[in-house]
């Protein structure tokens, strides 16, 4: 079965501490895996999308890497702005979209 | 370019009242999907369209159904409202299988 796994279910840094956040899967053959960023009454923005183990894709505090497994979004020096939900998906056999249940980021100034 | 754009953004609806969500894309999407979202979890798919005239049941179809008889539009029927469907409802589109979904801005939903 098809399965997206996100940790941790909440997170709290302070401005400028950096950290990761993991996503693991299990799906057969790999389609895609997304990364999107949800703001409290918003729908899911979409960050990144990695194809294949050893991918990396950057957008300025954020980078997003894949392996065999699972996939880290690294944010680097988080900024307040930075605070959201995360949320990690593969694409399924339907080609829809599979989601783990997301990762809230909080940055203290 | 608006993107995916969904009516209403809030509802209260009555046990056993019927509702249609709307969404319209001006991306020229052949994919369409509807996604519902609850406390804690993890969007579930609800319906999908992989074009006008096609569509197909997801993960949690029941209580729900959909029309696809155009590529811009694909509503989400509510026969029967139930509490169990208060929830915060999603549609999407991609371009292609693979690619990356757009989504609206919700519609959130309560029934009681």
């Known amino acids: 079965e098809d399965q997206v796994t996100q940790s941790p279910e909440a997170l709290r840094l302070q401005e400028g501490e950096s950290s990761s956040l993991n996503c693991s899967y299990t799906v057969s053959g790999l389609r895609g895996l997304f990364w999107y960023r949800q703001d409290p009454g918003k729908g899911p923005e979409f960050l990144f999308t990695?194809?294949?183990a050893g991918e990396e894709k950057e957008k300025e505090r954020l980078k997003a890497t894949l392996t065999k497994k699972e996939s880290f979004l690294h944010i680097t020096a988080p900024k307040p702005e930075d605070s959201a939900t995360y949320l990690c998906a593969v694409r399924g056999s339907q080609g829809n979209l599979i989601f783990g249940k997301g990762t809230k980021l909080s940055v203290k100034p | 370019n608006a993107g995916v754009t969904q009516t209403p953004k809030f509802r209260i609806l009555k046990i056993g009242q019927s509702m249609t969500l709307q969404c319209t894309q001006d991306m020229n999407h052949n994919y369409m999907y509807w996604y519902r979202q609850d406390p804690g979890m993890g969007l579930k798919l609800i319906y999908y369209s992989v074009g006008a005239g096609i569509t197909d049941k997801g993960e949690v179809p029941n209580g729900y159904n959909v029309s696809r008889s155009t590529t811009e539009d694909f509503p989400l029927r509510l026969e029967l409202a139930a509490p169990s469907q208060t929830s915060v409802y999603f549609c999407?589109?991609?371009?292609?299988?693979?690619?990356?979904?757009?989504f609206g801005q919700g519609t959130r939903l309560t029934v009681v």
């Open positions: 990695l194809y294949s």
């Open positions: 999407a589109s991609t371009e292609a299988f693979n690619t990356e979904a757009f």
